[in-house]
C-alpha cells in the first residue's frame, strides 16, 4: 500500500477552492485504499473546519517565525513520523515546499507537485517581488526536484513548459461532487429579490485577479435602456466569496461611483446606497448548506477571472445543471466545446456582450444548457476518475507499473 502525504498551506476554509480540491482528492484516495495523511498550517479556522477532512487525518501546525510563509520546523518531524512513500505539495511559495525539498532529500524518496494555476502568467505577476524572492530562496529547487508536476489542464501544462521546467508533467483535473438530490435551504438572497427576478451567481474568492470590476461596469452598462436588453431589469447580481485585501470595499465604491444600487445582506438592518430590491448584493462567505443553497437556487453563474488554475467553482456550479458565464482564463474549454458556458474576454465590451447574450437565453435554454453541464462533470470530472489517475502516476513514479496515458514527456 502506497503512503501518501499531502502538503498544503492552509487546511482550513482560507484555502479557498483548494480547500475543496484537496480533501475531496485525498478522501477519494482513501476510498481506493490508499494510506494518504495531510499536513497544513494551523490558523483560527483549522477547529470549525477540520470535520471536512474525515477520515483522512490532518497534520495542522502551528507556525513559527516567519509566520507569513507558514514556516515550523514540526512539518519536517510529523512527516518522518508518518514516514511517506510519497509526498504531493498542493501549492506554491510557502513552507510546504521547503518541508517536502527537506524530506525528500533526507529520506531518497520522491515527490509531484500540483501548482493549482500558481504558475500561470498572470499569477506570477501578482505579488511579484515576494515570488521572486521565493524562486531564488527555494521555490525554483522545490519544482525542478519534482519528479512530476501535475497540471490542472493542457494551458498550465504550457505555463509550466514557458518557465523552462523539463519535470514530466501530468495532466489530471480537480474533480467534483454531484449535490444532494434533497434541495437546500432558502438562497441568502431571498429577502433581497422580487419574486421572478432571475440570480447570476459570483462564488469565489474577492480579489483584483477574478475580473470583478469590470464585471460591475458592464453590469453597469447592461441595465442602461440604451442598450436594449429589456431582460437586464429581471437579473440580480449575487456577490459571495470571502474578501481578499479590501477589495470587496473597493468594488463597493466603484458601485456608488457607478450609482448602481447594491445592498449587503450582512448589514442589520440590510443597507443599500439607494433602495431595495438592488441589482447587486453582496453575501459574504457562503460555506456548506449557504453554498448549497447559493448554487441551487442562483440561475447562471459568472467567472470573469484573469488568471485560474482550474476553478472549482465552475464545476461546482456545472454540478448543478447551471450555465455559466466565464473567460479562457478558467481553463475549462470543455465547456464552450460542449456549449455548457458561453465566452467571454475580461474586457468591459466583451462582458456587457455576454451578459446580454446570457440574459436573453430563454429558460427552457438555460435548463438545456445546465442538464448538458451536469453530463459533462459526471463524464470528465468525477473524483474517482481523478483518483484513480494519480494513483496511476504514483505507482508509475514509484516504479510500479506503466506510464499512464495522462503523462507528458519532457
Known amino acids: 500500500m502506497i ?12 484555502a479557498g477552492g483548494l480547500f475543496d480540491a484537496v480533501s475531496r482528492l485525498v478522501q477519494s484516495q482513501h476510498q481506493q485504499g490508499m494510506a494518504v ?24 501546525i502551528k507556525p513559527t517565525w516567519p509566520k507569513q510563509i507558514g514556516r515550523s520546523p514540526q ?4 512527516l518522518n513520523a508518518f514516514a511517506p512513500d510519497i509526498c504531493h505539495t498542493h501549492g506554491l511559495w510557502v513552507y510546504p515546499s521547503i518541508a517536502t525539498i527537506n524530506y525528500s532529500r533526507n529520506n531518497s524518496r520522491p515527490y509531484l507537485v500540483s501548482p493549482h494555476g500558481m504558475l500561470d502568467p498572470w499569477a506570477l505577476k501578482n505579488s511579484r517581488w515576494k515570488k521572486q524572492i521565493a524562486w531564488r530562496l527555494f521555490e525554483r529547487e522545490h519544482l525542478s526536484g519534482s519528479r512530476c508536476l501535475r497540471a490542472l489542464c493542457a494551458s498550465e501544462a504550457h505555463s509550466i513548459r514557458q518557465l523552462g521546467l523539463k519535470n514530466t508533467i501530468a495532466v489530471i483535473p480537480n474533480g467534483i461532487d454531484l449535490p444532494t438530490v434533497t434541495a437546500p435551504s432558502a438562497p441568502p438572497w431571498e429577502k433581497f429579490i422580487d419574486p421572478g427576478q432571475k440570480v447570476l ?64 445582506i450582512r448589514d442589520n438592518p440590510p443597507s443599500s446606497i439607494f433602495h431595495l430590491p438592488s441589482p447587486i448584493i453582496f453575501l459574504g462567505p457562503q460555506f456548506n448548506a449557504a453554498k448549497a443553497a447559493c448554487y441551487h437556487y442562483c440561475d447562471a453563474f459568472v467567472l470573469p477571472s484573469f488568471s485560474e488554475g482550474l476553478p472549482m467553482v465552475v464545476l461546482e456550479a456545472w454540478a448543478n445543471s447551471k450555465p455559466v458565464l466565464m473567460t479562457p482564463e478558467c481553463n475549462l474549454p470543455e465547456g464552450f466545446q460542449t456549449g455548457v458556458a458561453l465566452e467571454v474576454e475580461t474586457t468591459e465590451p466583451s462582458l ?49 507499473g506503466a506510464k499512464p496515458g495522462c503523462v507528458l514527456d519532457a
Open 3 to 14: 503512503k501518501s502525504a499531502h502538503l498544503t498551506a492552509s487546511v482550513s476554509r482560507k
Open 37 to 60: 495523511k495531510v499536513f497544513g498550517v494551523w490558523d483560527e479556522f483549522v477547529e470549525a473546519d477540520l470535520k471536512a477532512w474525515h477520515p483522512v487525518p490532518v497534520a495542522a
Open 75 to 78: 512539518f519536517l518531524e510529523e
Open 201 to 264: 451567481l459570483f462564488l469565489s474568492r474577492i480579489h483584483p485577479k477574478k475580473g470583478l470590476v469590470n464585471l460591475l461596469k458592464a453590469w453597469a452598462i447592461n441595465q442602461q435602456p440604451a442598450t436594449g436588453n429589456r431582460q437586464s431589469a429581471e437579473w440580480v447580481l449575487a456577490i459571495a466569496g470571502w474578501d481578499q485585501g479590501g477589495h470587496e470595499a473597493e468594488l463597493k465604491r466603484l458601485c456608488g461611483e457607478l450609482q448602481i444600487p447594491f445592498a449587503d
Open 352 to 400: 456587457v456582450a455576454g451578459l446580454n447574450e446570457l440574459q436573453r437565453l430563454t429558460g427552457a435554454e438555460r435548463l438545456a444548457m445546465g442538464n448538458r453541464a451536469r453530463d459533462l462533470v459526471v463524464e470528465r470530472f468525477a473524483w474517482s476518475r481523478v483518483a484513480e489517475q494519480l494513483q496511476l502516476v504514483q505507482q508509475w513514479i514509484l516504479g510500479g
